[in-house]
C-alpha cells in the first residue's frame, strides 16, 4: 500500500455520463497530482494542487476540472464522457510543491462504452 | 518541447542476461530525471531521482546513470522478478512537480 487512495477502482460507464474519482494523498502531503494513462500516449500529466490551489495545469480537457478541500483530498471530475476517456486515472501525491519523486496511487480504470 | 524517448519498446532477456534501457531526453532546464517502474494494473513505483549530469544511483541489480542528454538504467543479473515497465520521467525547472514521462520499456525476464 502506498499510501495513496484512490476510489473507485474500476469505473464503467455510457457516453455523455459524468463521473467523479476520489483521490485521498499520503498523510502529510500537500500536493495531489492527476495523469492519465492510455495505450498509445502513456502517461500524461492533467493537473497539480498544492494546498487547495492550482499549481500546474497540462493538457487536460476542458469537459476535465479537478479541486482539492480542506482536508487536501482531491477529485477528479470527467464529464461528457467519450470512447476515448477509457484509460486508467492516476493520482499521485508529494510533500511540497515541486515533488521529487512522489507516490502514485493504483489508480481508477475508467471504462466508457 | 520538453520530450523524453524510451529505448527499446520492450526487451526480453535471459534470467541472469544483463543488459540496459534507454532514456533520451529534451528539457528546458533539468530540475531531475525520475525512473519508476510499473507492474501491470498498479501504479508506478518510484526507484531512482537523478539531477546531475555524472550520478549514479544503486538499487539492488539496478543501476541508474545520468548524462546530460540521456539516462541508462543498468540491469545486472536479472531476475523474473524484474518483469515490468521501467518509465523513465523528467522534471523541468520551475515551481511545479510535474514530470513528463516517456512511453516505457517493458522487460521480461525469462527463467
Known amino acids: 500500500d502506498s499510501g495513496v487512495t484512490q476510489t473507485p477502482k474500476h469505473l464503467i460507464t455510457a457516453t455523455g455520463q459524468r463521473v467523479t474519482l476520489r483521490c485521498s494523498p499520503r498523510s502529510g502531503d500537500l500536493s495531489v497530482y492527476w495523469y492519465q494513462q492510455s495505450l498509445d500516449q502513456g502517461l500524461q500529466f492533467l493537473i497539480q494542487?498544492?494546498?487547495?490551489?492550482?499549481?500546474a495545469k497540462g493538457n487536460i480537457l476542458e469537459r476535465f476540472s479537478a479541486q482539492q478541500f480542506p482536508d487536501l483530498h482531491s477529485e477528479l471530475n470527467l464529464s461528457s464522457l467519450e470512447l476515448g476517456d477509457s484509460a486508467l486515472y492516476f493520482c499521485?501525491?508529494?510533500?511540497?510543491?515541486?515533488?521529487?519523486?512522489?507516490?502514485f496511487g493504483s489508480g481508477t480504470r475508467l471504462t466508457v462504452v | 518541447e520538453d520530450q523524453v524517448t524510451q529505448s527499446p519498446e520492450a526487451l526480453r532477456l535471459q534470467e541472469g542476461e544483463s543488459s540496459s534501457l534507454n532514456c533520451s531526453y529534451t528539457v528546458s532546464g533539468l530540475r531531475g530525471l525520475f525512473w519508476y517502474r510499473q507492474d501491470p494494473g498498479k501504479g508506478p513505483e518510484f526507484l531512482f531521482t537523478l539531477y546531475s549530469a555524472g550520478e549514479e544511483k544503486e538499487k539492488e541489480r539496478l543501476k541508474a546513470t545520468l548524462t546530460k542528454k540521456e539516462s541508462f538504467l543498468h540491469i545486472t543479473a536479472p531476475k523474473p522478478e524484474d518483469s515490468a515497465t521501467y518509465l523513465c520521467a523528467v522534471q523541468a525547472s520551475g515551481n511545479t512537480g510535474k514530470l513528463i514521462f516517456g512511453q516505457g520499456t517493458t522487460l521480461q525476464v525469462k527463467p
Open positions: 499521485a501525491s508529494s510533500v511540497d510543491d515541486t515533488g521529487p519523486g512522489y507516490t
Open positions: 494542487y498544492y494546498n487547495g490551489e492550482e499549481r
